[in-house]
């Protein structure tokens, strides 16, 4: 997987967590079993989660346990390993879900707040919206597919 696919699927994977919304607990509970998230646990979980909220939660946690401040080289290299483990993996939900808050992290440790985090998001989406992309029938499925960069 190209980096460009994996920042593409993050931007797409933490819009849906918005979304969805998911409240913490069941997602524990859910992160238990072997599907973590099952359909008919989605509409109970629905109009729960604060991601903004949870990017507090997440920033203390890793403060406590991998220390303060700017990591990229560390942040980096966690992701390049969980990267080889969806590759092993790609239908494991919980291995996509670490690159996720791994990307979070850093973005926090690169001095951004979760509420710039969470707009970012949101505008990198927009933006990503308003490109102009191939028709993916027309592209290798083992490649990412780029936008126009005539634009840019």
Known sequence: MSYATYLE?????IAMIGLLRLHASELLKASRQKFPIQ???IPKAVARFDLVKHLYRQRAFSERTWGPGPNTAGVCDHIR???????????DILEWV?????????AWRAGYSPE????AIA???AINESRR???WRTQPRDRAIEHDHSSD
């Open 123 to 125: 505008r990198k989406q």
């Open 98 to 106: 670490d690159v996720m808050l791994l990307s979070l992290d850093g």
């Open 116 to 119: 710039q985090i969470c707009a």
């Open 133 to 135: 992309w191939p028709d």
């Open 81 to 91: 390993r969980e990267l080889a483990e969806i590759e092993a993996a790609p239908s």
């Open 39 to 41: 359909p008919r646990d």
């Open 9 to 13: 699927f993050v931007v797409g994977a």
